[in-house]
């Protein structure tokens, strides 16, 4: 690659990357058909030229394949579902009830993440103060894998609703590692411009201006 | 926008997306030139459109403008940058003192990013078992607003070395209000495909396989 590509402001690359970054979703309704191993490979490639404090690159993949397992992350992603429902009441409870929140039964790939506590690379260096940041660079690995899929019409679906310590039992997680996130990777069922949550009337994007202050 | 542009599958796409994420790199060296506002906008309404649990975009971001303001944040953090550096010794110690960790003196934009904790978006929907989903929420806004800087040629520096209680104080942050970043916005002076910490020595990148495991 050219010294020039980086500077990259590209009219093509710039509306091709908004639009990337518009149309990514958080994906729960998956086609079965699997995504090719040279795919998955390139995805974890990509996902590990994510920034990461120190370039400490804590992130850490177990890819499930056993199927009881599977069965077992999904059924119990079903209980804390409903377990977390219970906190609604009327119509929102309603429409809680009508969400789907995820596709474990159906996506071709499940990955749980994790943050290795203590990595050897990186040296320590910019999470002194702020030892949280290399969860948050487990996030961006995340995130960078997500947008990865999403170029190649594959979709993400992040999994947030769950009890860590159950999870990280069922997988025998190393003691070292944090629990950060269950995904599921594979083809949408029907993709949108729209978040899912917006279109069923759950939670409507904000104006980005409310967002911003100034000192 | 038509619906099969998500789908999205297209050669171009995936290899400029590839691009982007291979060269995206955390700027400490800045041209002092400034950004447009235009283009402002347009990074803040892209970064509005990051993932978030229940939808609650709980990223709150302060821009600083204040001369004073800007300088007093450089000092803490040199200062920080020096503590931090006290637990090396020997050629480590000297690497260390080597390496440039900001340019908040240089860059045309500062911004302090925080997380709400308490967002009324969302109704606490996905966060009911891991709350951190807020501020990992955050850190993909971040990244967003990080890829759509890229792509328009403009650089991010991610800062971590600071004590966000002091940031906070500084900047009269809402007590509700959790520091995730600090971060520098500008043109870069010296575009890499390689991180500035592999090039000084300090980290190189891992082979991917090491961070995959199976079940």
Request: proline content about 6%; charged content about 25%; aromatic content about 8%.
């Amino acid at each position: 690659m050219s010294e020039t590509k980086s500077a990259a402001n590209d009219p093509d690359l710039t509306r091709l990357v908004d639009d990337l970054l518009t149309w990514r979703r958080n994906v729960r309704h998956f086609q079965r058909r699997p995504i090719a191993e040279l795919e998955m490979e390139r995805l974890f490639a990509l996902a590990q030229c994510a920034p990461s404090v120190g370039n400490a690159q804590p992130w850490r993949f177990i890819r499930v394949r056993d199927k009881g397992l599977r069965a077992a992350l999904a059924d119990h992603v079903d209980e804390a579902a409903r377990n977390a429902g219970l906190c609604y009441e009327g119509e929102r409870a309603t429409r809680y009830a009508s969400l789907k929140l995820h596709g474990l039964r159906e996506a071709p790939e499940i990955l749980a993440v994790y943050c290795d506590e203590a990595p050897s690379a990186g040296q320590g260096l910019g999470r002194a103060t702020m030892p949280e940041t290399l969860r948050y660079s487990t996030v961006l690995a995340i995130h960078t894998l997500w947008l990865a899929a999403q170029s190649r019409g594959i979709g993400l679906g992040w999994i947030s609703i769950v009890e860590p310590g159950r999870i990280s039992a069922m997988l025998a997680a190393p003691p070292q590692w944090h629990f950060v996130a269950l995904i599921c990777l594979g083809y949408a069922d029907a993709p949108s411009s729209l978040p899912e949550l917006e279109r069923r009337g759950w939670q409507a994007r904000l104006d980005w201006r409310d967002n911003i202050s100034e000192r």
